[in-house]
């Protein structure tokens, strides 16, 4: 089943792009844009759960009203769409911030075509989606301090319980990767991978694919 999108973006030249890009997926269809936060939140509520975005494109930076704003408004709607962040900007405020108001993931727009792309299937299907820096950033932010014995010592009895193959996952899946990625470099299926991170997810009693970076590193210090 297509997934629509919406992309948010005050420059005109990045729609497009955006738009040739994914158009170029027969699973993905652009049902809508804007050069603003307001008017993106007024589109969606105009076009009601039905007919509006599965997941919105959103920038951060933009006139009359930013990502974070517009994303906080989305989020609040009886059937919120789904929001990624695609900008330029990764300072850990805008992160954290983004990921309060709701989003499901944040991105750099120097990403590959075919990540983005990977991406939005990904949130469509509910899961969260960090570039690699980004994770990083979350991971030193967040996390318990890497530098205790006490919190390496913990990280590492959880990857203990993993299998190599699991192991090799997880180390992969903190350093940004996305399933088919992995999959292309461990000569697995998707449908493998994706079967694997469950496993590892269960195992490191983790919520999403940021605490399984979040174990990895800590078990490094």
């Not at 027969?26 to 844009?33: F, H, K, M």
């Not at 959103?58 to 609040?76: C, F, K, N, S």
């Not at 075509?113 to 949130?123: F, K, L, S």
């Not at 992969?172 to 088919?180: F, P, Q, R, T």
Request: net charge negative; hydrophobic share 45%; no cysteine.
């Amino acid at each position: 089943m297509a997934s629509s999108v919406m992309i948010v973006d005050d420059d005109a030249m990045v729609r497009t792009g955006l738009k040739l890009v994914l158009s170029a997926d027969p699973a993905l269809s652009v049902v809508g844009e804007a050069n603003n936060g307001r008017d993106a939140v007024a589109e969606v509520r105009r076009a009601g759960p039905d007919d509006g975005p599965d997941v919105v494109l959103m920038d951060l930076q933009m006139p009359v009203m930013d990502g974070i704003a517009a994303t906080r408004e989305l989020r609040r709607l009886p059937s919120p769409p789904t929001v990624l962040i695609l900008t330029t900007f990764q300072l850990d405020e805008h992160i954290v911030d983004a990921l309060r108001a709701g989003a499901s993931g944040y991105l750099m727009k120097d990403a590959d075509p075919g990540e983005i792309a990977r991406a939005i299937h990904v949130a469509a299907g509910g899961g969260s989606v960090f570039s690699a820096s980004v994770t990083e950033r979350l991971v030193r932010r967040a996390g318990p301090d890497p530098d205790t014995q006490e919190a390496a010592t913990a990280a590492a009895a959880k990857l203990a319980t993993l299998t190599d193959r699991e192991r090799a996952v997880a180390e992969a899946v903190a350093e940004g990767k996305s399933n088919a990625t992995i999959a292309a470099e461990m000569y697995m299926s998707e449908a493998t991978v994706k079967t694997h991170v469950s496993r590892v997810l269960t195992k490191l009693d983790a919520a999403n694919r940021v605490q399984i970076a979040l174990t990895v590193y800590n078990a490094r210090a």
